[in-house]
Nanobody, 126 residues
Framework: QVQLVESGGGLVQPGGSLRLSCAAS????????TAWFRQAPGKEREAVSCISRTDSSTWYGDSVKGRFTISRNNAKNTVDLQMNSLKLEDTAVYYCSVDPTPCWYLSMPGFLYANWGQGTQVTVSS
């Protein structure tokens, strides 16, 4: 059974940084692509970033390119999302998600993965 647990959220000022982690059990990372999604109040859930299950290639949504970095930490068995230069509009609940579907499918608006964690709140505020 796939289980995902996110951590690392919190309150940060604009321009600051946070690092989110996704810990997993019930599967191995090479079975699934791993993505981070986010959902702000009143908005649809959107894909933020993804790392492939095979060659660790990455995908980023346009709104976070150049600011966020996704990586796999094999020592800790996590997939992390380093978020720099945070903006007010980055405020949302961030979810870790895994699926056999390749990352590039996330370029299609509204495409969602199947397996989800409980989410971690990120609030960017001055």
């Amino acid at each position: 059974q796939v289980q995902l647990v996110e951590s690392g959220g919190g309150l940060v000022q604009p321009g600051g940084s946070l690092r989110l982690s996704c810990a997993a059990s019930g599967f191995t990372w090479d079975s699934y692509a791993t993505a981070w999604f986010r959902q702000a109040p009143g908005k649809e859930r959107e894909a933020v970033s993804c790392i492939s299950r095979t060659d660790s290639s990455t995908w980023y949504g346009d709104s976070v390119k150049g600011r966020f970095t996704i990586s796999r930490n094999n020592a800790k068995n996590t997939v992390d999302l380093q978020m720099n230069s945070l903006k007010l509009e980055d405020t949302a609940v961030y979810y870790c998600s895994v699926d056999p579907t390749p990352c590039w499918y996330l370029s299609m608006p509204g495409f969602l993965y199947a397996n989800w964690g409980q989410g971690t709140q990120v609030t960017v505020s001055s």
